[in-house]
């Protein structure tokens, strides 16, 4: 099994998710942990670095009250950031990491980002994916 999927693969675990899809071809993790409010997590492994990204919701219209909203928040993230698509319609978290120095602490720390993201902005995602 490739090395650097294998250290991911653990950190997952130890981190307590469930994987719900894995492919060491590839180098993908579905990831989930619903007391954190994460579902379907992506997690790239593609040496020199690790890919997180958590689809949150989609854009019915172009709208830059929402895409000001978002940017003022990426401000506060602490790491991270809200990103779109190739479609511009689809509103993704998005963390690259070095793999190369990674560590539990650093994944964790991105998880622990998304979930207080999810915490803390939630009335207004769901109310900017109903618009």
């Known amino acids: 099994m490739n090395e650097d ?15 719900d899809h894995e492919s060491e071809e ?6 989930s942990k619903d007391s954190e409010g994460i579902h379907n997590l992506v997690i790239g492994v593609a040496d020199p670095i690790v890919v997180i990204e958590q ?3 989609e854009l019915a219209a172009d709208d830059k009250d929402i895409y000001k909203s978002l940017l003022i928040k ?16 689809r509103v993704i978290f ?10 539990m ?11 207080l993201l999810l915490g803390e902005y939630s009335d207004e995602i769901i109310a900017f994916s109903k618009k």
């Not at 998005?94 to 560590?103: G, H, I, P």
């Not at 602490?105 to 979930?115: P, W």
């Open 5 to 19: 999927f294998l250290k991911v693969k653990d950190y997952i675990l130890e981190l307590e998710y469930s994987i």
């Open 26 to 31: 590839d180098n993908v993790f579905v990831i």
């Open 55 to 57: 689809f949150l919701f």
């Open 74 to 89: 990426n401000r506060d993230i602490i790491h991270g950031a809200f990103v779109l698509d190739e479609s511009s319609k």
């Open 94 to 103: 998005r963390d690259t990491l070095q793999l190369e120095n990674l560590d």
């Open 105 to 115: 602490n650093e994944l964790d720390g991105t998880l622990n980002s998304l979930s």
